[in-house]
């Protein structure tokens, strides 16, 4: 009797399980599929195919994994992206170029260079800035030491970005050099919604910031059509001594794309990293965020903001691992949902024995506009050196009653005071992007999502 | 901080004696005759029985559970003692007819049976191994229809009560220990207050293990009807083996409309020598329900003993208006290790629930704290606070915090906050400039600390407390 209650059950899982494990095996195949002819870079792909293959398809049975539903994802069958790549005018970009980049940007459209739409005028001679497959001959052995060498690469979706590693974007700023002008890496996505096939796009980016060297980064994903691509991203970045690296990342992916992006950054001693994460597209995200210290007394400081309406799921999974003393980290991380969206925030911070002097700080904010919406959140601190200041908080609720009834008290009616509140509550993280036509349309789309257009460019 | 804290730690574990007394135990090991002679040893009505082999054959399909911040070599439960009783005589009247040597015993831990010594206003259920020895005031309560005896006898005397409310906090398979516990579970507790009863007294059990291939298995059940409050406390220790224990106890408390229950730990089972050889390992599911409007639960717990600490008391909020509260202190050194923390779960409407975790790693200690804060779709205007603040002392000790947030309710509000520090030179310096030795300065640090807990405490045991953190940190800081 027992037995053949339980069968069915088993079996269920074994087919869930199976159809996850062809899945996977099916990503891997369309990843591969990207052309290479560099042996170093089949060498470095081949490496990455075993670390795929050793693991499985992520499931909310994995503590990772727990708050991030990835079914949706497991139900859209992927191809690779279609070639020749299709091809797209400047006007056809102008809502995503920023007017301070306009001579600084590198464009990738579904993941390939498209050397027609990047200008890098703008920029110092000494900088290496450009894609993998033109630099890979004159500066492959510059760059050698810094591709795909991040810790955390064995992750299952980096390491698959790593299979179909053909081109990506390159900035490798020299020794002592400081670049004013912000550089904007754009990768859009062509997807229209009529197509029958979902596209894997694996956009990947290598920054090198050498001594004393300085630079600010736009790290830009968007979308031109509304049809549903996977968007696999992995960003590298070497911040060498006494550098400095201001990176502003915004995920405005299409309403049905799925992302999943890694940032993973090395910091060496006395060098500065920020990083302005904002996460608004997509159907389905997810940003890793790594930070590892190699060298004392380096400074981080993260701010995030997450903004989620309709059924969106938006994960936000940080980790910085400290190992040398006087580091010094700031993290503020803040989601605000509506509808029946999701938001998800994991942020570990490893204080071991040799990590003295810490000073590390953690604050995630979550602010529920509506009565579906929904929020799972864990800082984690592990400490174990005892001269150290740690703290992290979290707070979860609504917009303040008072606050609402204070504003109304000074005439603005209901709608507008909440909206001010809101805006309010997403403005103390815009206002720390660097680039200031970047910051007004962040604020635009706040305000368009916080009144309610729905429809308000993404 | 150098040498005084060292010394401090390094003081032996007084409870550490084992009595020399006859006892009555069954064979090693663990199946379904084990489970049905610990039954029919306990003269046990036929639902017991049914229960315990549920729970036997649901512990069988599950897996020992590996996500908390603790290591241990793998546990043979086969080779465990599942009941073992001091023999005595076969039905006591009177404290008169208690085994001396037991009184003795229970004398030498500073818990007085005999009526002319016993704390005034506490009223004692010990037990020792795997049954109850003796409970006392039990007359003096029952004029206030309050029933505090031992889980044995309240299957035979209340199977009713025991039938209704037993397992209905921690079902038989809640978890693996729970499931352990419910299968061979040997005594335990039970308190009953009726309706609109204020108990009179503090109740309190005093647990001891003392065979060392035994574990203890002990469960309490405590109903506080509509209206009524009650507070309880509980006690233990064990003596030093060089061999490790199991203590899996399941603790349920159910509160109706209105009621309340107060219920705080003072946690001291043997911790193991500096190494880590020997210790209890206390896998402890406690979980308290908040069934009625307005009802309240509040734990209060101080962690000091025990190699592994693997223990999570929670509040399920069910009634609307109900309270959750939990106080902690864990203190871990040498090479302890604590995974604990607390789970509120709220689902009735305005629940409220607070958190205060204090967490103190010394030595070679891990130390984490690990909560769920779950706020319910239908839990309109919950409110949760919590605040988890860790002290090193020493850089090899390690502390943790995982807290999981997870809410569904835009009209709930959730804050948490956690820090970390350490005990300052310049604190210390300016102590011993006005005079104070720097083990009593850590001593008054430690106890301010801690204060917030230690004020939930019952009066006399917050003094124990607080001597008892005193004497184990005595000299860990060097």
Redesign the interface.
């Known amino acids: 009797m027992s037995l053949q209650v339980s069968s069915p059950s088993e079996s269920a899982l074994s087919t869930a399980a199976e159809k996850r494990a062809i899945y996977l095996a099916n990503l891997l195949d369309v990843s591969k599929r990207s052309p290479t002819t560099s042996p170093w870079l089949k060498e470095l792909r081949d490496h990455a195919t075993v670390r795929v293959q050793e693991q499985t398809f992520p499931t909310t049975r994995d503590e990772e994994w727990r708050f991030t539903d990835l079914s949706a994802l497991l139900q859209t069958p992927l191809v690779a992206v279609e070639q020749p790549v299709v091809s797209l005018s400047l006007e056809a970009i102008a809502p995503f170029i920023l007017p301070e980049a306009k001579a600084s940007q590198l464009v990738f459209v579904n993941g390939k260079y498209a050397p027609h739409l990047s200008c890098v005028t703008d920029l110092p001679e000494a900088i290496v800035i450009g894609n993998l497959s033109t630099l890979a001959g004159t500066d492959g052995e510059r760059l050698r030491p810094y591709l795909a060498q991040q810790p955390g690469a064995e992750e299952v979706f980096t390491a698959l970005n790593t299979t179909g590693l053909s081109d990506a974007a390159l900035v490798l700023v020299p020794k002592g050099v400081a670049i004013d002008t912000p550089i904007h890496l754009l990768f859009i996505a062509t997807a229209s919604n009529t197509a029958s096939n979902t596209a894997l796009i694996q956009p990947r980016v290598l920054v090198v910031a050498e001594t004393n060297s300085a630079a600010t980064l736009i790290e830009d994903y968007g979308a031109i059509g509304s049809g549903t691509y996977f968007n696999n991203s992995v960003t590298e970045i070497w911040i060498a001594e006494n550098a400095q690296v201001n990176h502003t990342r915004v995920q405005r992916d299409g309403h049905h794309a799925f992302h999943i992006g890694k940032t993973a950054v090395s910091q060496a001693r006395t060098s500065r990293y920020t990083c302005n994460a904002m996460s608004m597209g997509a159907q389905l995200s997810r940003h890793h965020l790594e930070i590892y210290q190699t060298g004392e007394q380096t400074e981080t400081t993260l701010n995030g903001l997450t903004l989620l309406h309709g059924d969106q799921i938006g994960d936000t999974h940080s980790a910085i691992a400290l190992t040398h003393p006087h580091g010094t980290t700031r993290q503020l991380h803040k989601c605000i949902i509506d509808d029946r969206a999701h938001a998800i925030f994991n942020g570990k911070v490893f204080v071991p024995k040799a990590a003295q002097l810490t000073d590390a700080g953690q604050l995630n904010r979550n602010l529920l506009l509506s009565s579906k919406a929904r929020v799972d959140t864990k800082p984690q601190l592990e400490i174990v050196a005892d001269n150290v200041k740690c703290t992290h908080g979290a707070t979860v609720g609504q917009l303040e009653a008072d606050e609402v009834f204070y504003l109304q008290s000074r005439g603005i009616d209901v709608s507008d005071a909440r909206q001010l509140l809101v805006y309010a509550f997403a403005f103390e993280v815009i206002d720390q992007i660097a680039i200031a036509s970047l910051r007004r349309t962040l604020a635009e789309l706040v305000q368009c999502r916080s009144m309610g257009l729905r429809k308000a460019k993404i | 901080m150098t040498t005084t804290v060292t010394s401090l730690v390094n003081q032996p574990y007084k409870y550490g004696f084992v009595t020399d007394i006859e006892s009555d135990v069954i064979p090693r090991g663990l199946s379904e005759d084990v489970v049905r002679l610990i039954s029919s040893k306990k003269n046990e009505p036929e639902f017991m029985l049914e229960f315990r082999l549920k729970a036997y054959r649901q512990w069988l399909k599950m897996a020992e559970p590996n996500?908390a911040e603790v290591g241990y070599p793998a546990i043979d439960y086969q080779n465990i003692i599942y009941y073992s009783a001091p023999k005595q005589k076969e039905k006591l009247n009177s404290l008169e007819e208690v085994d001396p040597t037991l009184l003795e015993t229970f004398e030498k831990l500073g818990i007085s049976l005999s009526e002319q010594k016993r704390l005034s206003n506490v009223a004692v259920d010990a037990i020792f191994d795997s049954v109850s020895v003796a409970t006392t005031f039990r007359e003096k309560l029952a004029k206030d229809g309050v029933i505090f005896c031992s889980i044995s006898e309240a299957m035979r005397e209340y199977p009713e009560l025991v039938q209704k409310y037993l397992g209905s906090v921690v079902p038989v398979g809640d978890n693996y220990f729970a499931a352990l516990n419910s299968a061979v579970f040997s005594d335990g507790s039970f308190v009953y207050i009726p309706k609109g009863t204020k108990c009179p007294m503090e109740l309190s059990t005093y647990f001891r293990i003392n065979n060392g291939d035994s574990g203890q298995f002990e469960r309490t059940l405590i109903v506080a009807e509509a209206g009524s409050s009650v507070s309880y406390l509980e006690g233990c220790t064990a003596p030093m083996f060089d061999t490790n224990q199991l203590h899996a106890a399941v603790v349920e408390l159910v509160a109706l409309d209105d009621a309340e229950i107060k219920y705080s730990t003072v946690q001291n089972w043997y911790a193991g020598d500096k190494d880590g050889k020997g210790g209890i390992y206390n896998f402890v599911t406690k979980r308290g329900l908040c069934q009625g409007v307005n009802s309240k639960i509040s734990w209060t717990q101080v962690e000091t003993g025990s190699a592994i600490t693997w223990k999570y008391p929670s509040c399920v909020l069910v009634g609307d208006n109900s309270v959750g509260e939990f106080y902690s202190v864990a203190l871990t050194n040498n090479c302890q290790q604590a995974d604990t923390g607390t789970k509120m779960v709220h689902i009735g409407k305005n629940t409220r629930s607070t958190i205060i975790s204090k967490g103190i790693s010394a030595g070679r200690s891990e130390n984490s704290y690990r909560g769920l804060v779950k706020?319910g779709?239908k839990a309109d205007g919950a409110r949760n606070y919590s605040q988890c603040d860790?002290m090193?002392?020493?850089?090899?000790?390690?502390?943790?915090?995982?807290?999981?947030?997870?809410?569904?309710?835009?009209?709930?509000?959730?804050?948490?906050?956690?820090?970390?520090?350490?005990i300052g030179e310049d604190q210390l310096f300016f102590f011993a400039q006005r005079g104070v030795s720097s083990e009593d300065a850590i001593s008054m640090m430690i106890s301010g600390f801690c204060k917030d807990v230690f004020n939930q405490l019952p009066m006399e045991f917050a003094v124990e407390a607080d001597r008892l953190l005193s004497l184990k940190l005595e000299g860990s800081v060097g």
């Open positions: 996500w706020i779709p860790s090193l002392i020493g850089d090899n000790a390690g502390a943790n915090t995982f807290p999981y947030i997870q809410v569904q309710n835009h009209t709930a509000k959730v804050e948490h906050e956690a820090s970390t520090s350490k």
